[in-house]
């Protein structure tokens, strides 16, 4: 069991069947024309086989996030949390502030959509604070890769051979991590990503 952040491909994302997104892309089709902004559909994310790791984005955000949310709550504004994590579905779009829509998510009565460049801002601002060694933690896209990384012996491995903050709080990195790469993905990608 567990909480998995997984990326949407373009079918399910407009899918009115039980599991899919239409509803809400749907929605934040017409609030993004409300505020002047072309109404962006999802690529379809990576074709399997396909080199860099192709496969869609699963994640699982298992480790305790107290000191995650600390370290945050010290270093960014709340505007700046809800971009970077206090979302239900980044999208591939650039939105200034999250759009809050009246439909149940896998986890909360409504779904709140931030933008994944606003997210890589404050990812990229919070790896450069805790020294995260980007260069070795993953980033193919395999499922559950940057997970396993975490938990078996590539994080310590590397935490003894390149300390510095981010090794002091190996949870506080992973979520660092996590939240860096989503975006990056989404972005890449072109395809949201969501918990489930």
């Known amino acids: 069991m567990g909480v998995y952040l997984v990326s949407i491909g373009e079918r399910e994302w407009f899918s009115e069947e039980e599991g899919g997104y239409g509803a809400v892309a749907a929605a934040l ?9 072309p ?21 699982k955000a298992a480790p305790p996030m107290a000191g995650f949310d600390a370290f945050c709550r010290d270093r960014l504004t709340e ?19 999250p759009v ?22 404050v990812g990229e601002r919070l790896a450069a604070l805790l020294g995260l060694p980007l260069d ?20 310590r491995a590397t ?6 903050p981010w090794a002091d709080d190996l949870d506080t990195a992973f979520y660092a991590a996590l939240y860096l790469r989503a975006a990056r993905y989404a972005l890449r990608h072109g395809c949201p990503v969501t918990y489930c």
């Open 79 to 97: 505007a700046e949390r809800d971009a970077f994590y206090g979302w239900t579905v980044l999208v591939p779009v650039s939105l200034t502030e």
């Open 136 to 155: 070795a933690i993953p980033e193919t896209g395999a499922n559950l890769e940057l997970s396993r990384w975490f938990t078996a012996d590539g994080a």
């Open 159 to 164: 935490a003894a051979a390149r300390p510095g």
């Open 29 to 37: 089709g017409d609030e993004l024309r409300r505020r002047g902004l």
């Open 100 to 121: 809050v829509l009246p439909f149940g998510s896998a986890y909360t009565d409504e779904t709140v959509v931030a933008g994944a460049p606003q997210a890589l801002a």
């Open 39 to 59: 109404p962006r559909a999802p690529g379809s994310g990576p074709a399997a086989g396909r080199g860099g790791g192709g496969g869609r984005f699963e994640e």
